[in-house]
């Protein structure tokens, strides 16, 4: 199940979102809004949903969380944007890579 997340996520929400693979959570974050987009299998489609919600293309980034390890990646195709300066999946700015965090944690931890 995709959701927006805008405020902290209770247990039901959190269990619906991890439904799609298992515990692990791909997102895309509006680093600009501070909330994101969670569930499904393809960051696209999250991106899709914010972009409809009013988000901003360049303030759209993906990654993932892993709720099992608690680990958090910043691995996804919406993020190659050479315009940006991101030629990669990869977050490759240590800036929005710790906004990104921040939300995640804000938002899902």
Request: glycine share 10%; charged share 35%.
């Amino acid at each position: 199940m995709l959701l927006i997340i805008r405020k902290r996520a209770d247990e039901e929400t959190i269990n619906k979102v991890s439904q799609d693979l298992n515990g692990y959570v791909k997102v895309a974050i509006d680093i600009k809004r501070g909330i994101l987009a969670a569930g499904g299998t393809l960051h696209v489609d999250g991106e899709k949903l914010m972009l409809e919600d009013g988000s901003r293309q360049a303030d759209l980034w993906g990654g993932g969380i892993d709720f099992e390890t608690g680990e958090i990646d910043f691995d996804s195709m919406i993020n190659i944007r050479p315009a940006q300066g991101n030629r990669a999946r990869e977050v490759l700015d240590k800036k929005i890579r710790e906004q990104m965090e921040e939300i995640i944690h804000r938002l899902l931890k």
